[in-house]
């Protein structure tokens, strides 16, 4: 374990990590709310985002059940959510190869955006293995941490934040700080354009499924417009949400 | 019962997406056409969550007009997240204007 244990770019990792996690706070929030106000116990909220670690998946799963849907369309719509994981997974994979098992799981638990978006850089352009994991590692877990503090204060919140905040609408403003980024070329929009317009004819599928739906469509629409548009040759990874 | 038996199992399913190429499929190249479809899941899935939260007034009555008071306040948060990229900054943005254009149109 300590061949890959750098303390001092672990703690670099967690000092450049904590300005990012004031964004994630009421996100995490919102989580905490949501999962009580789909129905869970307080632990069961907190367990969720301990071992779920995921905003989007946690926050659909919490409005799903909320909304009724079944559990197979639940588990089914945070698949789908979770594809992005692949990807950091696959651009992150060649650097790791040296590092051993358990590093490597620990790596893989705390993978997020905001955890691969702060150091995909570093892993690319430093040939120090070991500083590069405990600088992931530091940064990984301030945000598991600032993670799980928001989470209880939406716990303990949900039952006095008045209706009339409509803090649920903090959720697709999370969403959107995400998105409206990735559009800034011709392939994001019409993926964009097609995902949007499919939510909406779709919305009255029974069990919620347009949310799938549209999200494939968006992905079929954006491999297509790769073809058409001679691009998609580029595996460079953008963070996503 | 139900929420830990998803918690369990998206949980499980999380955690092998973040494992996939760096423990599962180490030895593997990820196939060319996936590269490409995932490049898309993040800009697609997004918009499929957000979309819906914004352009219905109600449940499946569609909306897209500026007495939507989300529409409006979404699309100018929409605008700070695009210009400024900062989370933060976006959800008080949107916040602000959802609770301002309630006061003043709804």
């Not at chain 1, 997974?89 to 051993?100: G, H, M, N, R, T």
């Not at chain 1, 903090?170 to 929009?189: E, N, Q, S």
Request: glycine share 8%; hydrophobic share 60%; aromatic share 8%.
């Amino acid at each position: 374990m300590r061949t890959h244990f750098s303390r001092s770019a672990f703690i670099e990792g967690a000092r450049d990590m904590l300005p990012m996690t004031v964004g994630l706070i009421p996100f995490g929030i919102v989580c905490g709310v949501g999962a009580i106000a789909a129905g869970a116990s307080p632990v069961a909220a907190l367990a969720m985002s301990m071992i779920v670690f995921s905003g989007a998946a946690q926050i659909i799963a919490a409005q799903l059940l909320a909304a009724g849907a079944p559990f197979a369309v639940i588990v089914l719509s945070c698949f789908v959510i979770s594809l992005r994981f692949l990807m950091y997974s696959a651009a992150l994979a060649p650097y790791l190869k040296p590092v051993d098992h358990r590093w490597r799981n620990l790596v893989a638990f705390l993978l997020t955006d905001q955890a691969f978006a702060s150091s995909i850089r570093r892993f690319r352009e430093s040939s120090d293995i070991r500083a590069n994991v405990s600088y992931f590692v530091g940064g990984g877990s301030v945000l598991w941490l600032a993670w799980q503090i928001a989470t209880i204060a939406g716990i303990l919140a949900g039952a006095v934040i008045p209706a009339s905040w409509q803090l649920e609408f903090v959720v697709p403003l999370c969403f959107l700080a995400l998105l409206a980024p990735l559009l800034h070329d011709r392939t994001a929009l019409i993926v964009f354009a097609i995902a949007a317009v499919a939510a909406i004819a779709l919305n009255s599928m029974p069990m919620r499924l347009s949310m799938i739906c549209a999200g494939l469509a968006g992905i079929v629409a954006g491999v297509v417009a790769d073809r058409v548009l001679g691009r998609g040759t580029t595996t460079e990874v953008e963070p996503g949400n | 019962m139900l929420i830990w038996a998803l918690i369990v199992v998206v949980g499980a399913i999380n955690f092998a997406a973040r494992l996939s190429f760096i423990v599962l499929f180490a030895r593997r190249e990820m196939p060319p056409l996936l590269a490409r479809a995932l490049r898309h899941v993040p800009a697609a899935m997004l918009t499929a969550i957000v979309v819906p939260a914004i352009v219905f007034a109600a449940p499946g009555e569609l909306a897209l007009n500026a007495g939507n008071v989300k529409l409006i306040a979404a699309l100018v948060a929409g605008f700070v997240a695009w210009r400024w990229r900062n989370t933060l900054l976006t959800i008080a943005v949107g916040m602000g204007a959802l609770w301002l254009l309630q006061r003043f149109v709804g």
